[in-house]
């Protein structure tokens, strides 16, 4: 069974950093691109970032480029998304999701969230 | 960047009765290789989104059959033929043709009447 599972959430002061973690079981996770989707609170989805098989093709949105860093492990099926210079509009869950998105495995699994809260 | 626009944003719906959600995009998305990128995803109320529809029309394993998607270029369907009580949720588009960024519609929340 597909599992993933994020952690490192938390409430972080304006211009405070953070390191968000997934954790992937239950497929070959080297060969899946993975990527961030985060959701404000009552809000929609955003796609914030995208990272390769390998690692070295690497992708994101415009509102967080230059402030967040997407990064794998693939010897520890793990998923990360440094986060630095976090403002309020950051504050949302962020959701780990497989797939690479001119394939069938679009965006096919996600995981449970983790909230972030950006305020003083 | 692509933009998704979903309508309508709230769809009141009778037990068993169909619904059809609307989903288009401000320019084609069918891809240099011939495919169209247009997926739908299902947000049951505090639960993550899950991927009903992949590539306007193929259903994922586990979704039932009363749903279906359908369009082409830059006009998108999802319909549920008869909506049942664990289908309430937002509904959303997402664009992956012309990506990166990828892109969601707004979405679309069922309700029941």
């Known amino acids: 069974e597909v599992q993933l599972v994020e952690s490192g959430g938390g409430l972080v002061q304006p211009g405070g950093s953070l390191r968000l973690s997934c954790a992937a079981s239950g497929f070959t996770f080297s060969s899946y691109t993975m990527n961030w989707v985060r959701q404000a609170p009552g809000k929609g989805l955003e796609w914030v970032s995208d990272?390769?098989?390998?690692?070295?093709?690497?992708y994101y949105a415009d509102s967080v480029r230059g402030r967040f860093t997407i990064s794998r492990d693939n010897a520890k099926n793990s998923l990360f998304l440094q986060m630095n210079s976090l403002r309020a509009d950051d504050t949302a869950v962020y959701y780990c999701?497989?797939?690479?998105?001119?394939?069938?495995?679009?965006?096919?699994?996600w995981g449970q969230g983790t909230l972030v809260t950006v305020s003083s | 960047d692509v933009v998704m626009t979903q309508s309508p944003l709230s769809l009141p719906v009778t037990l068993g009765q169909p619904a059809s959600i609307s989903c288009r995009s401000s320019?084609?998305?069918?891809?240099?290789?011939?495919?169209?990128?247009l997926n739908w995803f299902q947000q049951r109320p505090g639960q993550s989104p899950r991927r009903l529809i992949y590539k306007v029309s193929n259903r994922d394993s586990g979704v039932p059959d009363r749903f279906s998607g359908s369009g082409s270029g830059t006009d998108f369907t999802l319909k549920i033929s008869r909506v049942e009580a664990e289908d309430v949720g937002v509904y959303y588009c997402?664009?992956?043709?012309?990506?990166?960024?990828?892109?969601f519609g707004g979405g679309t929340k069922v309700e029941i009447k």
């Open positions: 997402m664009q992956a043709t012309h990506w990166p960024p990828l892109t």
């Open positions: 999701v497989r797939g690479y998105c001119t394939g069938t495995n679009c965006l096919d699994y």
């Open positions: 990272i390769s098989r390998s690692g070295n093709v690497i």
């Open positions: 320019q084609s998305l069918v891809h240099s290789d011939g495919n169209t990128y």
